[in-house]
């Protein structure tokens, strides 16, 4: 018993000795080889800051070699015993050892530390959480760390101006400094022919030594004076409500690349100057993106679609256009500018974007592979300057989506974007690819249907990119416009090419898939739009996508009893008997002889009701049965109820398919022809710790894992197939172009409940400590509020289109005069004020130019393109007898909050780049003072004072100082009626950098 003591004795003795042991000192100095290279020296620097920011102690930089410490960081290039993009931490000799492969590799390893510090990255700027980290320098993290993925990358898409047609070379650069936070290395452009200039197409002659076109054809890029393109209407950025004009400079708002040649270029001399602006500026930002190991893609659609102008070029040296000399020659001179004009790492070709929608003909296969052929040789006799790819809509024709393989070289890559906007699982093809091809799936970060709302689709990506990766792919795209209000969504798609273990139960297992037919699927059919105006309707998008020669559908439906009606237009024949056919359901023939030309003639909308059939084997059948020309359809729409089950009543149900389109109010894309993908999954991974990581970061501890509960209750879709039971609500659609607001007959006290996570989040706000941890959670709080508002509104607008059919059956004018001023004009008036609110809201969340493009979208498309407030003023008037009422208009006042904005705001600048900051001041008066630039060394000395100057009305500009071998902290303050504002919020306590490479 003594013995036991005795142990017993020693081993408190020992605890209570450890218990005292001396704290491991924390790191006094970094150390960085001699003669850096740049990427180091910044991988150095950025260690700095991030220690400064998170505890507030400046280790200073030194060489290896002078006077070393006790305890250091120590950041060292291994390319020996590391692989080029693999990196290590370490802790050796009570020193932490940062080593890379190479000085990129070494960045990695700098952010990763950042990371573990407590800092997290996304692609609109950094989060600095507001409570310091305590722990040690030493101890927060070690580890080796190699990507899944050789390439990792982004596709900013262009046309709409929530994406990149609005982006400054501030964008531009802001977006490649964060990416490589994040640890991507790929940066890719797609060209739609004659609408954008990111790639010139013409003959090697009309260029001059530097690149610099000399002969072009008009193109632009999405602005608020170009009407037409994608549903937006021209629109003086002055005519905005809320006082939204004063977030723009002037009353057209553009990309430099287009200014003063608006809304298109005229004459040869403006043509070429769009081309040679946008050079320039690829050149200035690719040639920056390199320096941080960001490699660059860009190209166009094939086949090759040439130019009136450049025709007429060819036509004047007797090459016909279409022959394989012309585009021998255009390929030639697309090459040429680019080797001349700027960096790049790989071309890129893509494949009709019909081919998404059914099954391509022969001819165009054909054609698209002979183009792809000319392409890839000219290249070859050029050298190979730079890689060469090939993407699309789809991998391939659906019936081969293989095709490629064969006909490409073994270094390039095939890549595509997921179909139905990311709905549909990776293209069983890649896996089928050989080994030795690289593929690149290109994953939708967000959809154009709802782009003015947010969109989480963490779950969804995980689960993309864990099947890429058990496939064998060795890159991910991630497609997208707007940056803020998807972050999860990018945080995902980056963690998962580094980390998968933790989430995915499957990692490491060997691919497995069951390709098993599904009872959702089309058979045959071609899809086309004629874009064409069709009568009787407001629904232009849903009649004019349509699909020719179609065999049939075979539906999943619950069992039950339903009724289908069909949408037609005749866009094709001038007159009857050119196409008639007959219709089956479940095998029964029942609507005979269609000629839908002899029933409402050309370019009109007619409908076509079966009876009502029975479902008994949850699939529906529908079958077509040409007589004369092909078969066609532009949709359907599925009603009835569902069987009873037992004791269970059945229930109302509703389906609705754009035939050869995609998501359009509440109709579901098309339906697929091809085998569906592992369907007995859910379409979603878990999202959980992603969710926990973002919130608590964002927002802090206090509340991080009940707003991830509520974020990841909104993430992605239900069941397995991955367009049906969204779980963000989408009050907007595709109508008359992306992110309209849909009316919604559905009573707003019904659909309210969809939006109760909003008052959720409102409840928390409360417990949140710390300014920019509130700033943060305010932007989502306004970016919820917004959506919510939009819902409603869409309710609103529902029943005023009742009242409006109401007011119609209606025989005497008394009757309709008082049932105007009674009920109609209320709501209209509450229609104009729940829009400011909805503005409101949005204005509030303007810190990109992601924001900034859904707030032309709303104004320019749902409100005066659509018609959304407006759409029966006339009609109102002729009824009513006289002018409406004033309130019905909008307010052009700014009342909300003060805020000072910082648009794209920038953290790393070039060497020796001349960097001027904007800031725009909402709701300041004119007695108020001028925005001030407080600055200074990284936590040395005291903040010296810049008054900006004020650029026009409310902007104003600031030439930061010289700051070359030094960072600079800085922060922007601004009295407003006695009450002093602070970009960031956080400041003066923690502030925005800037460091130059």
């Known amino acids: 018993m003594k013995k036991h003591w005795n142990i017993i004795g020693l081993l408190i003795l020992s605890i209570f000795l450890f218990s005292f042991k001396p704290k491991e000192k924390d790191p006094e100095i970094i150390y960085l080889r001699e003669n850096p290279t740049p990427g180091m020296q910044l991988a150095a620097t950025e260690v700095q800051k991030y220690v400064y920011q998170r505890t507030g102690k400046l280790l200073p930089i030194k060489k290896f070699g002078k006077g070393k410490a006790v305890s250091a960081i120590m950041l060292i290039c291994d390319s020996m015993k590391l692989e ?103 940066f890719s ?192 006799e050029m050298g190979d300057p730079f890689g060469f790819g090939l993407s699309g809509w789809v991998l391939g024709p659906p019936n081969d989506t293989k095709l490629f393989d064969q006909y490409l070289p073994a270094g390039d890559f095939m890549s595509s974007l997921s179909r139905l906007v990311g709905q549909e699982r990776i293209d069983l093809g890649y896996k089928e690819l050989s080994n030795s091809r690289m593929k690149m799936p290109v994953l939708w970060l967000e959809d154009d249907p709802a782009l003015t709302t947010p969109q989480f689709w963490a779950g ?22 707007r940056t803020r209000s998807i972050a999860p969504n990018i945080i995902a798609m980056a963690d998962a090419c580094w980390e998968q273990e933790d989430w995915n139960p499957d990692f490491g297992k060997p691919y497995q898939y069951v390709p098993v037919p599904t009872n959702d699927i089309r058979i045959g059919g071609v899809g086309t739009n004629y874009y064409r105006h069709i009568k009787g309707t407001e629904d232009q998008y849903l009649y004019n996508t349509q699909r020719y020669d179609l065999e049939g559908f075979k539906v999943k439906v619950p069992n039950g009893n339903y009724k289908v009606t069909f949408l037609f237009s005749e866009t094709m024949f001038n007159e009857p008997e050119k196409r008639v056919f007959h219709l089956k359901i479940q095998d029964s023939e029942i609507l005979r002889n269609i000629d839908v030309f002899k029933a409402a003639g050309r ?209 005497s004018e008394n009757e309709k005069r008082s049932f105007v001023e009674d009920k109609i004009l209320p709501l209209r008036i509450d229609l104009s004020r729940k829009w400011e609110q909805m503005i409101g809201y949005l204005m509030q969340t303007v810190y990109t130019s992601g924001e900034l493009g859904t707030l032309i979208n709303l104004e320019s498309q749902t409100r005066k393109t659509y018609g959304f407030l407006t759409k029966y003023d006339k009609e109102l008037e002729t009824a009513y007898g006289k002018i409406l009422p004033a309130e019905i208009g909008l307010s052009k006042t700014y009342s909300q909050s003060p805020r000072l904005i910082v648009l794209n705001e920038r953290t790393v600048l070039d060497k020796e780049e001349d960097y001027k900051m904007e800031v725009v001041v909402l709701g300041m008066t004119n007695s108020d003072k001028v925005p001030v630039l407080m600055y200074r060394e990284l936590g ?28 600079l902290e800085y922060y922007v303050s601004m009295e407003i009626e006695g009450k002093v504002l602070s970009y960031p919020a956080s400041a003066p306590e923690k502030n925005s950098t800037w460091v130059r490479l």
Request: charged share 20%; with cysteine; hydrophobic share 35%.
């Open 940 to 967: 040395k000395g005291k903040f010296k004072a810049i008054k900006m100057v004020c650029e026009k009305g409310n902007i104003f500009s600031v030439q930061i100082p010289d700051n070359t071998g030094k960072t």
């Open 603 to 811: 370019d009109s909308a007619y409908t076509i009701t079966s009876g009502m059939v029975k479902v008994d084997n949850y699939t529906l059948n529908i079958q077509f049965e040409p007589v004369v020309g092909p078969t066609f359809l532009s949709g359907f729409i599925i009603e009835g109820k569902t069987a009873d089950v037992n004791q269970i009543k059945g229930t109302p149900y509703r389906r609705c398919i754009d035939v050869g389109g995609g998501l359009y109010k509440d109709f579901e894309a098309d339906l697929s022809e091809q085998v569906g993908n592992k369907q007995q999954k859910p379409r979603d991974m878990s999202a959980t710790s992603l969710y926990q990581d973002y919130a608590c970061h964002e927002f802090g501890p206090e509340v991080g894992n009940r707003v991830a509960a509520i974020f990841e209750s909104l993430d992605g879709t239900v069941g397995n197939e991955g367009h049906l039971g969204f779980r963000m609500p989408r009050p907007a659609a595709w109508i008359t172009g992306p992110g309209v607001i849909q009316p919604n007959e559905t009573p707003w006290e019904e659909e309210a409940v969809k939006y109760a996570f909003v008052d959720s989040l409102y409840a928390l706000r409360g417990l949140i400590k710390g300014k920019g941890n509130k700033a943060r959670f305010d932007y989502w709080l306004n970016t919820f509020s917004c959506l919510r508002t939009m819902g409603e509104l869409g309710c609103m607008r529902g029943l005023l289109d009742k009242q409006m059919q109401e007011l119609s059956a209606l025989l």
């Open 189 to 380: 452009l797609h060209t739609y022919p004659h609408v954008e200039p990111n790639v010139w197409v013409g003959l090697p002659e009309d260029m001059d030594k530097e690149g610099n076109v000399t002969y072009s054809y008009p193109t632009t890029l999405a602005n608020t004076s170009r009407p037409g393109a994608w549903g937006y209407s021209a629109m003086d950025t002055r005519d905005y409500c809320c006082g939204a004009s004063a977030l723009f400079k002037d009353s057209i708002y553009a990309s430099p690349l287009v200014e003063g040649l608006l809304p298109w270029p005229k004459g040869q001399d403006q043509m070429n100057e769009v081309f040679n602006r946008t050079g320039a500026l690829w050149d200035d930002a690719f040639s920056f993106g390199k320096q941080l190991g960001i490699r660059f893609c860009a190209g166009l659609e094939s086949p090759l679609s040439i130019p009136k102008e450049v025709a007429e070029r060819l036509k004047e040296k007797n090459i016909a256009p279409g022959s394989r000399e012309a585009k021998e020659l255009l390929y030639k001179g697309i090459f040429s500018r680019i080797q001349k004009r700027h960096p790049l790492d790989y071309f890129w070709l893509w494949t009709p974007e019909g081919w998404t929608w059914g099954t391509p003909s022969k001819e165009s296969i054909q054609s698209t592979v002979e183009d792809v052929q000319i392409a890839r040789s000219v290249l070859s």
């Open 460 to 481: 969804r990506l995980r689960s993309d990119i864990a099947e890429s990766y058990a496939a064998g792919c060795s890159g991910i795209v991630g497609n997208f416009w």
């Open 84 to 186: 080029p993009e693999a990196f290590s931490l370490s802790v050796e000799n009570s020193s932490l050892y940062l080593k890379g492969g190479s000085d990129v590799a070494l960045l990695y390893a700098a952010y990763q530390y950042a990371e573990l510090l407590g800092v997290r990255f996304t692609l609109h700027g950094d989060i600095i959480p507001d409570t310091p980290y305590q722990g040690s320098l030493l101890q927060c993290g070690k580890g080796d760390y190699k990507p899944l993925f050789a390439l990792r990358g982004l596709l900013p898409f262009h046309d709409f101006p929530e994406g990149p047609d609005l982006w400054n070379e501030d964008m531009y650069k802001s977006c490649m400094t964060q990416m490589v936070k994040m640890k991507m290395n790929f």
